[in-house]
């Protein structure tokens, strides 16, 4: 039985969303219709439209609303709650990659935003999110990057190491012992998957209730997968888009649980034991979320090939 490209759960025979899955766009959703668009006018209208839109990236995007009495995505320049990537026309089904590995994050326990997969009118998926920095009808939360905090811009967002990221925590978070734990988590989550484009714009903090913490997960998609699909050998892909320990490529479990994990974040070995097993306990979860996934055959064997080596490496099998 087809799972739901939202919820992962099992889909009615006639249906392509779980009842779970439209639920978490909308409770009064009961059917989500194609995005009334092709891939390749989806890139066209994220062209003209990109002076428009406050989220930037190498993805092309566009602002979208939710028309629940329709049940449909709608394009619109202001007030867009949800982003819609349409597929890539270098890399192939980097959408399907996305809502994965999104999927794949939240069993972790990673907070992530409601997300998921929507057809275009040419049959193919588009990757949409729904945007963490709105609320109400017409609250913006205050959202800053790790690139805006560092004092840096979009084009030195490399120009920085794992190390400074610790930095950043704990000069701006408000709770920052808590999000060093969480930060941790996410660092050995996109290692293990193999997202090997996790620059300083990547990283966010956000401000709720005058508290100031790390926003939820985006732009997690395996980046290894991706550029593997295309030809690329393994030891060509650096592991870190940001050099830990003056290291991008040959990390190992030392690196991460003794120098980053004890040294640079302080944590106790209890705290560290902790993030382990729950890496540990989603991992078991991996396996079959894959194989229900929407990615290209020969991409869930990379896929599935990439996590089990880095697992093994980390001693998390």
Not at 149 to 160: C, E, F, H, Q
């Amino acid at each position: 039985m087809k799972r739901c490209p939202i919820s992962y759960s099992e889909c009615p025979d006639d249906g392509q969303y779980s009842p779970a899955g439209l639920a978490r766009l909308s409770r009064g959703l009961k059917r989500l219709e194609a995005f009334p668009f092709s891939a390749d006018q989806q890139r066209k209208e994220a062209v003209l439209r990109a002076a428009k839109i406050s989220i930037q990236g190498i993805q092309p995007k566009l602002s979208t609303r939710l028309n629940v009495k329709e049940g449909r995505f709608e394009i619109v320049d202001r007030g867009g709650r949800y982003i819609i990537k349409p597929q890539h026309n270098l890399f192939p089904a980097l959408p399907e990659n996305e809502g994965l590995t999104m999927y794949l994050a939240a069993l972790c326990g990673i907070d992530v935003p409601v997300c998921g997969l929507v057809k275009s009118s040419d049959g193919s998926w588009s990757y949409f999110v729904k945007r963490f920095d709105r609320t109400g009808r017409s609250m913006k939360l205050s959202v800053e990057d790790f690139s805006q905090l560092a004092g840096m811009s979009r084009d030195t967002k490399y120009d920085s190491s794992m190390e400074q990221l610790v930095k950043l925590v704990d000069n701006y978070c408000t709770f920052p012992a808590i999000d060093k734990i969480n930060l941790l988590k996410r660092c050995l989550f996109n290692f293990i998957i193999g997202n090997e484009d996790m620059h300083l714009k990547n990283f966010s903090v956000i401000t709720k209730n005058g508290v100031v913490g790390l926003a939820p997960a985006y732009d997690y998609l395996s980046t290894t997968v991706a550029f593997m699909a295309l030809g690329k050998r393994l030891d060509q892909i650096e592991e870190l888009a940001l050099p830990l320990q003056a290291k991008k490529r040959g990390l190992t479990r030392k690196t991460w649980m003794i120098y980053f994990a004890r040294e640079r974040l302080v944590l106790t070995d209890k705290v560290i034991a902790k993030v382990i097993n729950e890496l540990r306990h989603a991992v078991t979860f991996w396996r079959e979320a894959i194989a229900h996934s929407y990615i290209p055959d020969d991409q869930k064997s990379l896929y599935t090939k990439l996590i089990e080596d880095r697992c093994n490496l980390l001693e998390l099998s």
